[in-house]
């Protein structure tokens, strides 16, 4: 076998039994060090036994790295994120492409501090993780070996990777040894679940894919009331109580969840290229992106808002393309993280059966001027007669189309 | 007084207070004949009555056009704007902007064939609307005199309305004498309240606001199930019936409306510069808003739907300015009509307290290709040692530059 | 050796001595059926030699076929690019780009007539050329297999393909013996020039790279003055004398020529992900590419032609990145078109050593309105009053934005 | 007379004929203290006669401000702009748009220091300069009150002009009787003329027209070589030399003057709504918009120079129509200088009768690899079999589309 020589690889590592298929994999075809790194993005998955099961593959103390990123996580990718409202086709949040840059980030770092040569990853050949993750490897470490075992290897089929898992004594839970139904990515911002029993656009998800949300049908028949503090474009507390960042979105998924928000069963276009059907659970990040665009809706001049508007939708589908790590998000994260130096307030909400409405928006840098927009004699401060001359000159080219014989903007 | 000369003018009249206000200015201000031009684009109310008033202030009888518009609002402005998926700041259906264009343009149509040589609207000098009217009529009607009688008048207070109304014999409906708490638009795709007692952004809309759907909570407490059918990207049947484009609207909005679906508080940015905050009901365009995504999330090309989502904001704002009439919006509308050749197929949607959730999706033109999604066996459709090439080329400038020295996509 | 089953495969072939050695080595290694398709697309060679080549080399007459599609080249791809006005990455007017996609389509349609199941081109595995072949080959026959024999075989120096050559007969020409100091591609739009000598690109290029124009210091020192007629768009006449696309274009080449115009010496960005130098010869483009946004810059509206700026970048890298058959390059496409309906008249232009400058404009079309634009007295067409209140309301939220602090535009 | 009331306004005075008489229609008309302030920012004039006039006039001396911006205008206005690459309507460098906000920028800080409430400009009713001076002026002081006399008085032939030149004593140069055959200003960046003999955009300008710079064809038959240092996106020294922003400006204006380079014809669209001719000079932008772009291609990464492309118009067009202090400029303006952080290097240029040739550009922060692109074997550099996955995923959406039907991309 001609693979590519290594020498130590940091393999991204979830405790589970694919995972664990392939650090076995990776010793024996590569004959290499294996280095497992597991993350707490807030999946929701005690870490202990994952190092507990590092350990009995035989890895070695020094070699396993378990590490709790959540704070890092939503404060470094989620909220930036979410100052641009990224939203990718007009509605996916992106919670799972927002994740892979910052486990990726971290293995190369791994990497560079135990002198490996190479990364894993256990994400399919089909999927946009792939990318995710290997263009945020590469863009960190230009020189490292990439190894995707499920675009190498011959295990494709369920039977030969439990045969495998016996054959090498890795311990297959109970429950694994049928087929999930569907496949699940979780983090801190989000549940997705694709494939199997989903893979129909045209039949509706069973409830039973829902892990996160109640769902609104079955939410409380009550409105729950909060209020939402942002400084600087970023959530600092909720109901007046300062939270870190991880905490904060923990606390609203906790609302999310309860109260039947944040589902959305989607056909989204991957990167390379098929379309695909996926089920998302983004329980707090959907009463997020509400309450960001409300408290932006007062506080930010009608030029940048629209601006932010038409470049957020190349900015999300660089996120899901995996492109966290390129020059171009970071050149637009520039122009984004620039808009919102006065995007400070509070946002109060109504959360009722998966509805999350504005009740009210305040902010010390309000651009909302009452004395202009009212109704009532505004002494002044709005001359009506200048809106004449503005209707006239904007008018004027399309009134000299109009006599050249295009009429109604004919082209 | 210095005021164009004008013979004979076509008033958009509504028969209620207002514009019989200003019927009577004209008439006495211009010394003019006043031609007056009622639609129903679905406002929900009668329009004998605005007739009898027009005969009452003594409009002869063929200077009263009365018309039925409703048909042609849903074919020719909703429909091809929801081709767009438009929304204005993100949120906005842009209910009152679409319906502007189309009154501008009976207006003008009926001044060409009475001989009219001045137009006039009852829209005042603050808002979006007076610069909707106007631009189209400049566009239709490049030497058409304007005439905006709330930017020229001095009946700026309800009092002196009130006694101009009196002095020259204009009825008032008793519930008119004391001052509407907010301002009221209303079309077949919504209704929009401001002013007065929603001027404060801090404060929640009153329920009495609503005028177009139950609130959520007073939602019924079961999900009603409906299918869409699209053809070329407009909706023409409701659960299998076909429906004329007016007939589908209205049918959507009753669902909406007691589903509680389709209402909207918003602060938006208008183009004379300041901000406003309206409250929105839109119960049968926001059903529709999704199912168009729905139906397009399977049958539009991946590049196509990326390419609609960035041109979205534009072509909305466009609207929202009053930029029908222009021609840069019939170029952005040729792009969006070619795109939805093949955007035909059936949406099935549950609608319960608020939310439109997609229940499935199916086209014969769907994109949507199973075997190449499938978590199962693929027979070799898909490649996935083509993902590694993929993967690589797109990372190759990510690499280059990390080898110059900008790791990670650094600037 | 596991290559593909292939049964009759339809190549690019130009009868020169890279694409000779394609021919044997295709039917040597997959043992199929060749095709010739040689086109005339302009690039200055004799077509009868590759026909007499084909038939040395063994193919049967059916086999082999000879079209010159010059006038279908400029019609249907030149001069819709040109609509676009499209240039990539500032300059580069896309010449090579342009003429793939015409090749791989008639590839196809030959294909399908001969009943081929393969096709072959000769371009490497490091260039664009490749993608724009293969691009095009799948989205007009997505079943088709596609050989791209520089990324399969081993013949990768030139001392194992002259020893390949030599070995099955193929002539080479004794110029062919060395290596060229550099790669040349042509057509009736553009000759471009690259690799070698020309990697360096802190060199200048040497003055024997140039084929197409005498340089502007030896360009002659007199002024030729010409004019281009347009008709909705595409220029048809030339002086007044009417010309098929191809003819004209090969005149303004021709008179691009001689006088040093159309050179470009560029480091671009290929879609690949490596920087590459080009040198390229663009005579009779660069002067029908200023002479078109003469003639729009009088019959365009403004918001028409800033949109057509502002989708020009994504349109130019659509083409060069090989999307000329994706659907969103026709959703553009249509676009542009619909905005050139009124794209008629004349331009007068000096061509002097190298330089290409407007002489006149005219139109019949045209919207420039000489008496709204005058210093002289206007006579009321323009009410200069009016700009105040333009200004005015353009600067309210400049303004209100101030009175909160951010004054001069502060974020 | 109803005016605004104004106890001291700061006028924009050039010392010539027209300021001059606005000054003392200023003084009679508002009865108010008048400041006049003129700038150097390279337009040629002496500023000591300006000086000299305003006390003539009557202005006392703590009440003339006469100062030499030019540093400031083109280290903080253009080179920022150009940073970005920015061109109007695809050819106009923007030399009149950009000095604009800087005279405004003064006028308002010496307002503030004088306890001035008032500005005035001398600019007409129908141009761009009107919006540039006001949009700036109420951005950076909203409650400045704005005089331009040539909207408001009657002064509105050149004989009234003069008539009241001579009631008021003000000095008339002989050359001023007759009236300027057309309209000129002028700055370090450029010179531009409009108007009068130039408004027919059928007829070539008159060389009398060009002041700035010779034509091509009187330049000299000899080819100037010049390298030009950058630093993080700016010149900084030309032939090694370094050079303050405004030397390094005025050195290469001196360049170009004699070899003919940096003429441009345009008929534009005004932001007012019309079209206009103009003619302009900008010799030594025209050749710093080359370098720039030439050492920015080999220093910038892909994403982000093609994301430069696409942002341009939109920033060309903010500073055309006067939001240089418009948040969403300095948005853009901080993606934009971000961006050029590695822009560092040296481009060499040949400068001959017109042209601008680019001869070879080097940076420390290159990003041309040449052993990747190199036709010569590159050792492995890249691995051309990458390709074939690279172009069958982007293929695949195409492939899919073709499968249903819709082949070669059709909609």
């Keep these: 076998m001609s693979k590519t020589s290594v020498k130590k690889v940091v393999l991204a ?8 298929v392939i650090l076995k994999w990776l010793q024996e075809t590569y004959g290499c060090e294996v280095v497992t790194f597991t993350a707490d993005l807030g999946q929701g998955e005690e ?3 994952a190092r507990e099961k590092a350990r009995l593959l035989g890895i070695r103390e020094e070699n396993i790295f378990v590490e709790d990123l959540r704070e890092e996580f939503v404060r470094d990718f989620v909220f930036p994120m979410f100052r641009a409202n990224a939203v ?5 949040l992106l919670g799972t492409s927002i994740a892979r840059p910052l486990i990726a980030k971290r293995q190369i770092e ?3 501090a135990v002198g490996a040569d190479a990364v894993a990853h256990g994400a399919t050949g089909k999927g946009n993780d792939q990318v995710r993750f290997e263009l945020s490897y590469y863009a960190l470490k230009p020189d490292v070996t990439v190894i995707a075992p499920w675009r190498e290897w011959t295990l494709t089929s369920r039977t030969a990777l439990l045969e495998f898992a016996e ?6 839970a109970k429950d694994k040894r049928g087929e999930a139904p569907f496949s699940v990515d979780a983090n801190l911002l989000h549940s997705s679940s ?3 029993i989903l893979e129909d656009p045209a039949q509706e998800a069973d409830e039973i894919v829902y892990q996160r949300t109640v769902s609104p049908m079955a939410a409380p028949d009550r409105v729950t009331e909060i209020a939402i503090d942002f400084k600087e474009g970023d959530p600092v507390a909720i109901n007046g109580e300062a939270l870190s960042p991880a905490s904060l979105l923990a606390r609203l998924n906790a609302l999310g969840r309860e109260n039947g928000i944040g589902r959305l069963d989607l056909v989204e276009n991957r990167f390379v290229g098929m379309k695909s059907r996926g089920v998302y659970e983004t329980p707090g990040g959907t009463i997020l992106a509400v309450a960001h665009r409300a408290i932006e809706s007062i506080t930010l001049d009608r030029g940048v808002a629209h601006l932010k508007d ?3 939708p190349r900015y999300a589908e660089l996120i899901y393309n995996g492109f966290w790590f390129a020059p171009e998000r970071r050149m637009l994260q520039a122009a984004i993280d620039a808009s919102q130096a006065h995007v400070t307030g509070r946002v109060r909400l109504k959360l009722y059966k998966g509805n999350v409405m504005v009740a009210g928006r305040e902010s010390p840098h309000s651009l909302y001027a009452m004395k ?3 109704f009532e004699d505004d002494q002044g401060a709005y001359d009506q007669a200048d809106a004449k001359g503005f209707i006239r000159l904007n008018a004027l080219r399309l009134r000299l189309g109009a006599m050249a014989g295009r009429k109604g903007g004919a082209l």
Tied chains: 1, 2, 3, 4.
Excluded: R
């Design 47 to 49: 870490l202990g036994p």
């Design 372 to 374: 202009y927009v009212t």
């Design 13 to 20: 590592y979830s405790g589970g039994l694919d995972t664990s």
């Design 88 to 92: 990718y086709e007009g509605l996916y």
């Design 310 to 312: 038409e470049l957020m």
């Design 194 to 196: 694709e494939g199997k």
């Design 110 to 112: 791994i990497a560079e």
């Design 167 to 172: 054959k090498h004594q890795i311990p297959i």
